[in-house]
């Protein structure tokens, strides 16, 4: 699955952010999951100072359930890092067993302002998944990013 409508429509007369996504990913069963977003995946940006982040379930693909039970994602924590520091930007709250989200944050900072390469920022997207029986989450997330 794909952004169809991506977060760039809502940056129009901010500059020209930089927009990235991963689609279709996959979080385990009663587990804690992190995707991130590399420094070289970010097109070596080595100052981000503003942005918006977007999480959601895949349009209409909530918590799939292989087997029984019912599935929570518990938390959706969204984290920025110069390698030293860490620094949450945005969290999703607890959500009912097989609901649909899409969230969308904006986000200013001052972590990663000076332009060192030596400070690589990654984005981390921290997924926790509870009381689940064989089930699992499929999510997409995006950031629109200004250096």
């Excluded at 070596?44 to 999480?55: C, D, E, L, N, Q």
């Excluded at 097989?98 to 984005?123: E, G, K, M, R």
Aim: proline share 4%; net charge negative; aromatic share 6%.
């Amino acid at each position: 699955m794909a952004i169809i409508n991506s977060l760039q429509k809502t940056t129009i007369g901010y500059g020209t952010p930089l927009t990235f996504s991963k689609t279709g990913v996959t979080n385990a069963t009663n587990a804690t999951t992190t995707t991130t977003f590399t420094n070289a995946q970010l097109g070596s940006m080595v100052s981000i100072t503003a942005g918006k982040i977007r999480v959601k379930t895949q349009n209409t693909i909530a918590l799939t359930y292989p087997g029984t039970g019912a599935g929570v994602v518990s938390s959706v924590t969204v984290q920025i890092s110069d390698g030293t520091n860490t620094l949450i930007l945005a969290e999703v709250p607890a959500q009912a067993a097989s609901a649909l989200f899409d969230f969308t944050f904006d986000f200013i900072t001052d972590l990663i302002t000076v332009q060192n390469p030596l400070l690589a920022p990654t984005i981390a997207f921290v997924v926790v998944m509870t009381n689940v029986a064989n089930g699992q989450s499929v999510l997409d997330f995006e950031l629109c990013l200004e250096p």
